[in-house]
């Protein structure tokens, strides 16, 4: 059984970061691509930034150039450091897993965490 657990939202201003955190409990961590969505207020979950099998990092373009997504491979986990954050950005972030990626839908991926909250003021 995977288990994914997010951490590390919070409220910020305009302008801030913050830095989420995603742990993944199985020892094949490695086997699997993995991805950030977020889901704003009254609006659909949408995908933010994705690691395919290969290990190729690709964004969202709202994201893109103020998001960064790694690994952290000594400690299982995926990381989205967040920069220049905006009121757009607000929203419960979630961290996804799936063994083989096919795209970065949110129907491509079967493992997903609880979601951790993110509020960006103006």
């Known amino acids: 059984q995977i288990q994914l657990m997010e951490s590390g939202g919070g409220s910020v201003q305009a302008g801030g970061s913050l830095r989420l955190s995603c742990n993944f409990a199985?020892?094949?961590?490695?086997?699997?691509?993995m991805a950030w969505f977020r889901q704003a207020p009254g609006k659909e979950r949408e995908w933010v930034a994705g690691?395919?099998?290969?290990?190729?990092?690709t964004y969202s373009d709202p994201v893109k150039g103020r998001f960064t997504a790694s690994q952290d491979n000594g400690k299982n986990s995926i990381i989205l450091q967040m920069n220049n954050l905006k009121p757009e950005d607000t929203g419960v972030y979630y961290c996804?897993?799936?063994?083989?990626?096919?795209?970065?839908?949110?129907?491509?991926?079967?493992?997903w965490g609880q979601g951790t909250q993110v509020t960006v003021s103006s």
């Open positions: 199985s020892p094949s961590y490695n086997d699997y691509c």
């Open positions: 690691i395919n099998n290969d290990k190729r990092i």
């Open positions: 996804a897993a799936e063994l083989n990626c096919y795209g970065f839908g949110e129907l491509d991926f079967g493992y």
